[in-house]
């Protein structure tokens, strides 16, 4: 018996062919490799028996003064604050109107609502207040009274209508008295190119003109959070900038607003791209931003502007502060921004700066470090240690003083794969406890993530080759162990519609599922049951030769000999083999084997030069981390 022991090196290559990739795995699902070895990934676990409204696009962690903990979770149509197991709407309201009257009709629940020049769009969600009913409605006040609907229909400019859980009992032409509070329009669930339609001769035509070419590109509704001591900094994706106190003792009863009493925002841009807080001097920058503050039309999506240092509502620049402003010059667009060791990374579509504090009379110095290095998407980078990790439309890189291109061993699998006109959708997070950053990205033809990428910079910096997964699972943003011990993330759901808020008449809006993750080894549901996280990791296909036949015999398989570590439950092992490069594996007899924790060896029946292994779980409670195969090889004729 001629027994060869297989190692494998860590992480996955897919640049190369499966012979090619000497010594690695070509493949791989919800596996990561720690201490050298293959492992599955930990679990995770529903934290809400609700859903969320709409299609999660960031989180943000804090602690206010008194240790309290808070998780900020923005969604194209809420902002939500989460606090030990609750959650509280505290999305800001774009207006209030009031004195507008209701109408219904007799064997319909849809209602039509009357306020001149509402301004409302199709997909909006109002509040209603202050509700008095005209009589014979068949419903009561307290069914509107403080509810949320989604606007189904905009018949005119005067007129919009909502949907009621019943059907009214009567035809009333209108009557009654209500107040309505818009809620803050946030953006599109996805991002997409549209054809748009003209305004005043805006793209090809006037007003109710389609435009006759796609190439507007619709960004989808994203934010920006942050924090100004205990309180949070929210802006829209070219919108507004709202705070919210968490210290304020009414503060779950309170929305997050521009007019938060000695945190104001009255002041700031009304269009901005996003915001960050300077670490040390407590600027509020706006990066693509107005050059004119209050008038939406002067946004430059180049133009910088911060604040007075500690005053996040002043902006004047005078001799007596520190606000000002800059424009980038490379690029079109500024895509994201980070905060780093000693100083802010700005990114552009083409290009990466540094933003620096340099003192009076310039306050900020800013430096092009980089360029055909810009970023993919507004939340495609992240920070750990002084080093910036991003994906940009061409190739990954990081940022540790100096812009270096980032070896990838699945880049030509992952640019094939993505879906190239949603890189606004692109979430990068860091998993700390497993020295991990992951993009979750849409693949090519979906509309919403699908799959991730992961790079181990942990495993990379005691490996000889830089160590890259990828995998399918759904999230459209991550949160690392922060205040809380574990990682959140979000994971979406486009067939089903979110449960929190409670929105009437809701239509195609989603819902949002919050997990943590690295918990037990199986999703835990809501309502307390399991389902499988399923794994995998394949190999390479390994040449089966011995010292002795140096591949010019084919070589039999008897039996080998597994090596786990870790094994809860059953893991299985497929072991197959071929005999030329281009052929397709054939499994060996009796694949797959079941691998318990007491496995010994296994007897098999195998003829070829090439073999792989394919290490999978399929059921709930399993877990398992391989080490190596040892075959049984014996010479077997040159046919």
């Known amino acids: 018996m001629a027994l060869k022991q297989v190692r494998f090196l860590p992480g996955v290559d897919k640049q190369n062919t499966t012979i090619g990739a000497v ?3 070509v493949d791989s699902n919800n596996v990561r490799w720690r201490y050298g070895l293959p492992e599955k990934v930990g679990g995770w676990s529903s934290l809400l028996a609700s859903t969320l409204v709409g299609v999660a696009r960031k989180q943000h962690a804090y602690t206010d003064l008194e240790g309290n903990r808070y998780v900020i979770i923005g969604t194209d149509k809420f902002l939500i604050a989460y ?8 999305t800001p309201l774009r207006t209030t109107l009031t004195s507008a009257t209701i109408a219904t009709t007799n ?3 849809t209602c039509t609502v009357t306020k001149a020049a509402h301004g409302l769009s199709i997909g909006d969600i109002v509040q209603l207040d202050s509700v008095t009913l005209p009589g014979g409605t068949g419903y009561n006040n307290s069914d509107f009274e403080d509810k949320y609907f989604q606007v189904i229909s905009v018949p005119t400019t005067g007129t919009f209508t909502i949907t009621q859980t019943s059907n009214a009992g009567a035809t009333v032409s209108t009557g009654g008295s209500l107040s309505i509070k818009c809620l803050q329009s946030i953006g599109p669930a996805e991002q997409s190119y549209g054809y748009g339609w003209g305004l005043e001769s805006w793209n090809t035509g006037g007003f109710g003109s389609a435009a006759s070419a796609s190439n507007v590109t619709l960004e989808p509704g994203l934010w920006s959070l942050d924090n100004f001591g205990e309180v949070l900094v929210a802006t829209i994706l070219n919108g507004k900038t709202f705070t919210w106190n968490a210290g304020d003792a009414a503060r779950f009863t309170t929305r997050a607003s521009t007019t938060t009493s000695n ?3 009255s002041n700031n841009p009304t269009a901005t791209r996003l915001t960050l807080i300077s670490p040390t001097t407590r600027h509020l920058i706006h990066c693509g ?3 004119t503050i209050g008038t939406d039309s002067t946004q430059d999506d180049m133009f910088i502007r911060f604040s007075n240092a500690e005053d996040i509502n002043t902006y004047d620049t005078s001799a007596i502060n520190t606000a000002g402003s800059q424009r980038l010059q490379d690029g079109t667009k500024i895509m994201g921004a980070l905060k780093a060791k000693e100083t802010i990374l700005i990114w552009t579509d083409n290009a990466l700066y540094t933003m620096k504090t340099v003192g009076a009379p310039f306050t900020f110095g800013f430096e092009q470090v980089g360029t055909n290095c810009g970023l993919i998407g507004q939340n495609a980078a992240v920070e750990i240690d002084g080093v910036a990790y991003w994906m940009s439309p061409n190739g990954f890189f990081l940022f540790d003083g100096t812009v270096k291109s980032l070896e990838c061993s699945v880049e030509d699998y992952v640019y094939d794969d993505i879906e190239s006109t949603k ?3 692109i979430n990068c997070g860091l998993n700390n406890l497993y020295t991990e950053v992951v993009w979750y990205y849409p693949s090519s033809g979906e509309d919403f993530n699908d799959r991730y990428v992961v790079y181990n910079y942990g495993e990379t910096a005691t490996s000889k080759a830089t160590i890259w997964y990828t995998g399918n699972e759904a999230r459209t943003t991550w949160l690392d162990a922060s205040v809380y011990p574990k990682p959140y993330a979000t994971k979406y759901s486009s067939s089903t519609n979110g449960t929190f808020p409670v929105v009437r008449g809701i239509t195609g809006l989603g819902g949002t599922t919050i997990f943590e993750h690295e918990t037990g080894t199986d999703q835990v549901n809501a309502d307390g049951s399991k389902t499988t996280v399923t794994s995998f990791a394949k190999s390479f296909d390994f040449d089966i030769k011995t010292e002795e036949t140096d591949g010019e015999f084919f070589l039999s398989l008897k039996r080998f000999i597994p090596d786990f570590k870790n094994i809860q439950g059953n893991a299985k092992l497929t072991l ?5 490069p281009s052929q397709s594996s054939t499994n060996t007899a009796l694949s797959p084997f079941t691998i318990t924790s007491s496995s010994l060896k296994f007897d098999t029946r195998a003829r070829g030069r090439y073999a792989n292994i394919k290490i999978e779980n399929d059921a709930v ?12 090889l014996r010479p077997d004729g040159r046919r």
């Open 23 to 25: 010594g690695r795995w």
């Open 83 to 90: 606090f030990e197991g609750e959650v509280y709407d505290i």
């Open 107 to 109: 064997g319909s629940a």
């Open 263 to 265: 945190f104001s925002t």
């Open 289 to 291: 931003t107005e050059t």
């Open 423 to 425: 890189g606004q959708q």
């Open 576 to 580: 197959a083999v071929k005999r030329f």
């Open 621 to 632: 409670s399993e877990t398992w981390r391989f080490g190596t195969i040892n075959l049984d």
